[in-house]
């Protein structure tokens, strides 16, 4: 399912100056910002409704993982703050995942706008199957992934979060509907990092993604606003 502009800049910047700075800058170039722990955490709620008084829209990666009744009120929270998507964690179960959704369907009804996505986390990329063994999950990742991913579905969720190569897999035993909201992507142009399995923003629409999160490529360039143009030219 492709976006009028499917970019997502991540706002993985200390302060909420660096991020509002970053935002005004880029906010016509791409579709959605996304505001993660490190920024939601130092500069508050506050941000939130300052980058969405730019026009864009907020994309709040919070990864809630907790009872029911306090995933659904921490989602109900996001929702007044009038963010576009938001992130679970799928292994809290069918009954979080289902509080979560009906929370988001709810509060935005009641507030008369449209209801965000709520996103689920399957397996985090940082864990491999020595992690899953640990933790006493006897599956392998990709097992896991698609278990979780497939329960998600069930229990309502419109969306989730993927690493660019499951996105294939995905796409394959998922409904047409579902959203794919995908990470690690690289242009080819920027400094090595820690990303180590990544697909090019043109890959991963292709494969099937529908919305891409992009960080360092586009806030670490020398011209960020330059930097998300060209990715949605080689996207269009
Ligand atoms: O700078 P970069 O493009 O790597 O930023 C990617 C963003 O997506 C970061 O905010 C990172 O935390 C997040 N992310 C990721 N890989 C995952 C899940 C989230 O890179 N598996």
């Known amino acids: 399912m492709a976006h009028k502009n499917p970019i997502i800049v991540a706002l993985d910047v200390p ?3 660096q991020a509002l700075k970053l935002a005004e800058q880029i906010a016509p170039a791409v579709g959605a910002f996304k505001i993660g722990k490190e920024l939601f955490v130092s500069a508050g709620p506050h941000i939130v409704k300052k980058i969405r008084a730019t026009g864009a829209s907020v994309f709040l990666d919070l990864k809630f993982h907790d009872i ?3 995933v659904a009120k921490a989602v109900a929270a996001a929702v007044r703050l009038d963010v576009q998507m938001t992130t679970i964690h799928t292994s809290g179960g069918s009954e979080m995942m289902r509080a979560a959704e009906t929370s988001a369907q709810d509060t935005a009804k009641s507030l008369g706008r449209p209801a965000p996505l709520v ?3 399957t397996v985090l990329t940082s864990s491999n199957n020595e992690t899953l063994a640990e933790i006493g999950c006897e599956a392998d990742t990709e097992k896991q992934v698609l278990r979780l991913a497939q329960l998600a579905v069930k229990s309502g969720l419109r969306g989730l979060v993927c690493s660019p190569l499951e996105i294939m897999a995905l796409r394959k035993i998922l409904p047409a509907h579902i959203q794919l909201v995908t990470p690690g ?3 080819g142009a920027e400094k090595a990092d820690d990303q180590k399995r990544t697909l090019s923003p043109r ?8 919305w891409l999160v992009i960080g360092r490529p586009i806030y670490a360039a020398e011209n960020p606003r330059a930097a998300a143009e060209k990715i949605l030219e080689s996207i269009s």
């Not at 890959?203 to 529908?210: D, F, I, L, R």
């Open 15 to 17: 302060s909420a100056e």
């Open 185 to 187: 992507i690289r242009t």
């Open 119 to 121: 996103l689920g986390v």
């Open 68 to 70: 029911p009744n306090t």
């Open 203 to 210: 890959e991963a629409m292709q494969a099937g993604a529908s």
